[in-house]
């Protein structure tokens, strides 16, 4: 992924107050011709510059430091692998210059394929469902069976002169039996569809609510601060126990806690290991679930009944979530987010970080957490005056799918479907529990170091599947030297690289081996 | 009635009774003597109890399926050229190549006219 070129953006927007290249310059110490290189994306700016240029545009650094930019461009770039799109031969090189120049449009381009990678991945999933589907199978066979009987039974009616009263009653029972059948089986097959047209869900939600919070770069101040508050005014300020919380939650709100054997359980109850039993104030929990996904479902019911309003207020005229549905699931995540920051308070947590170089299996043993939620938590380490490293962060299951994701500027991650296979998310289910490292390089020049781990989500038990999942954080490599998994690492050695793309449909190593698919562009 | 037989003995292999009763009466009008079967096994058992000219089999038959029905059928030698009209809901390019390997001589998807049916049987059987 290249470098954001703002220089488009900058010359739209000089434009549009009317002032010349020559103003601008002198007004920001450079000279015309300078700017000139600038405006045509011949030259980078940044830092001191960068932000004089912004002031002197009446601009927030944010909109120029190429951020959105960068992103739109991800999306952009993405687009440019649809296979009803190959003929055109977009480069994917020219999305800045277009982003630039037609911010709105490039926007409007992203939302409308957004739209249509959900429909046809609807309408794939449906067409799949109705090829497989046993009910709708068995409905479908009915039904013309019983039109079959029905045009048997008329037509003798209609073509055999000679029937006597007796057969011809006979037939026109066969003919109204069938006809009630028939209406049962298409009674059926109605509500059938209705169920389906009520249970269908948009993959836009997901979309949305990873834009929503990487716009807020997955820091919510006001939540940090509701989440302070209630720890100090319930636990002393001190991490909760799972006996406090317990206590909180009943205390607070009358919710019990339950623990049931896994064998009284339906699946859908067995779900995150944790069902809410609203109707009767209990929140019902697997013997099989792990202690510190308990403790940490038990925190975020009790963040989404007491830090509410903190919430709502994150998510009130939010207007990337267009639907009750992304809504929901923004709202969930908002609750995670606060319980995470009720089990690992935030300046405590960012000391810790600091002191044990980011050994995130020793945060997760101090806080009781699992290396997953610990994972989270150092992503959200951005409070202005008190930083952490800034990460990105993915989470793969066994069968290689993205299942959550937080991006870093100039780190590509797939929105849907697969990464690299190079990548150390993959290479980590190779060795179960124990940390992969790896010293990445983009065939941008950039390099990250990538650090992951696989981890059960449930209880293993001799006879129960344990589904496997992959947490990976990734960093610049400039970062590296801060944490424990760069130590020994020469970040700028080649032989320490592992040359990786975004996926094998968007790289253009055209010579990896590891190829599973040909690039869009090239070969 | 007065419908006189032509000789020959057609099973009727279908687990929809009502259609099985139609399809007996126009096929027994039509001069041909009937059995029937409302499942797999019963046909199994009707196919390799007595001789037959003829077979109207029901894809989806519960028990035994129509498909598996035809393999036996085409794997005994003394049933290898008895006739057999695969009848079937679906109408799908996979059901049809699945018939013609199993050995199926003609495939009629409902839901079908009578007249489709008596010319089928009237084909197999002459020819």
Redesign the interface.
């Known amino acids: 992924m290249p470098r954001a070129h703002i220089g488009s953006k900058i010359r739209e927007r000089r434009k549009a107050l009317g002032q010349t290249q020559a103003a601008l310059a002198k007004q920001v110490g450079i000279s015309a011709s300078y700017l000139n290189l600038i405006e045509a994306n011949k030259r980078q700016i940044g830092g001191h510059l960068l932000q004089k240029t912004a002031t002197a545009l009446d601009l927030e650094l944010d909109s120029l430091d190429g951020a959105v930019e960068r992103r739109l461009a991800e999306h952009l770039h993405e687009l440019t692998a649809e296979p009803i799109l190959k003929n055109l031969e977009l480069d994917p090189a020219g999305a800045f210059d277009f982003i630039g120049r037609y911010p709105k449009w490039a926007r409007a381009l992203v939302t409308t394929h957004r739209a249509l990678k959900d429909q046809t991945e609807l309408a794939a999933a449906l067409s799949d469902r109705l090829n497989h589907d046993p009910f709708l199978s068995d409905a479908v066979h009915n039904m013309l069976t019983n039109v079959t009987a029905i045009r048997s039974a008329s037509e003798i009616l209609e073509t055999v002169s000679d029937l006597d009263a007796g057969q011809r009653a006979r037939f026109d029972k066969i003919i109204g039996n069938e006809s009630q059948r028939l209406s049962d089986v298409a009674a059926k097959l109605a509500a059938y569809f209705d169920k389906a047209g009520a249970e269908m869900r948009s993959l836009t939600p997901a979309e949305e609510v990873d834009d929503f919070l990487w716009e807020h770069g997955n820091y919510f101040p006001g939540l940090e601060a509701a989440a302070e508050s209630l720890l100090t005014g319930q636990f002393e300020g001190q991490p909760a126990s799972e006996a406090d919380l317990i206590l909180a939650l009943a205390r607070r709100h009358g919710i019990e806690i339950e623990d049931r054997a896994e064998a009284d359980l339906t699946d859908l109850m067995l779900r995150n290991g944790c069902h809410d039993d609203q109707a009767n104030n209990r929140l019902i929990f697997s013997d099989t679930v792990p202690v510190t996904t308990k403790r940490f479902q038990i925190a975020r019911s009790l963040a989404e009944r007491s830090l509410g309003d903190a919430i709502k207020a994150e998510l009130e005229e939010e207007q990337r979530l267009t639907s009750k549905a992304a809504y929901n699931r923004a709202s969930r995540a908002l609750s995670s987010y606060a319980a995470g920051a009720m089990l690992m308070p935030y300046t405590s947590f960012l000391k810790d970080t600091l002191g044990l170089r980011y050994d995130v299996e020793r945060l997760a043993h101090r806080y009781q957490v699992s290396f997953e939620q610990a994972c989270h938590r150092l992503v959200t380490l951005k409070r202005p005056d008190a930083t952490g490293i800034p990460f990105a962060f993915i989470r793969a299951d066994a069968a290689g799918f993205v299942t959550k994701r937080f991006p870093l500027q100039r780190l590509p991650l797939p929105r849907l479907g697969h990464a690299c296979p190079l990548w150390a998310v993959y290479t980590a289910f190779q060795s179960p529990g124990m940390i992969m490292r790896q010293l990445a390089e983009l065939p941008s020049g950039d390099r990250f170091l990538f650090f992951a781990r696989s981890a059960s989500k449930e209880q293993a038990t001799f006879q129960t599947h344990r589904p496997l999942v992959s947490i990976m954080l990734a960093c610049d490599s400039i970062y590296a030297d801060q944490t424990i998994y760069g130590d020994g690492l020469n970040v700028s050695a080649p032989s320490f690289v592992t040359p990786i793309g975004p996926t094998c449909r968007l790289c253009s190593r055209e010579t990896c081996r590891y190829r599973e698919e040909d690039p869009i562009i090239g070969v | ?1 007065g419908v006189v037989s032509l000789g020959k003995r057609v099973l009727i292999a279908e687990d ?1 009774p ?2 099985v ?3 007996s ?2 096929l027994n ?1 039509a001069g041909y003597d009937i059995e029937t079967a409302l499942d797999g096994e019963a046909a199994v058992q009707s196919i390799w109890a007595m001789p037959l000219d003829l077979i109207i089999l029901d894809v ?1 038959l519960p028990k035994v399926n129509g498909f598996e029905i035809l393999k036996k059928i085409r794997a005994d030698a003394r049933l290898k050229s008895l006739p057999v009209i695969v009848l079937t ?2 109408g799908q390019n996979q059901d049809r190549a699945m018939a013609k390997e199993m050995g199926a001589d003609l495939f009629l998807t ?6 489709a049916v008596v010319a089928a049987v009237e084909e197999l059987i002459s020819g």
Do not use: G
């Not at chain 2, 409902?110 to 007249?115: A, D, E, G, Q, T």
């Open positions: 009635m929809e009502h259609l009763e139609s399809l009466f126009i009008r989806m809901a679906k409902k839901p079908f006219s009578n007249k």
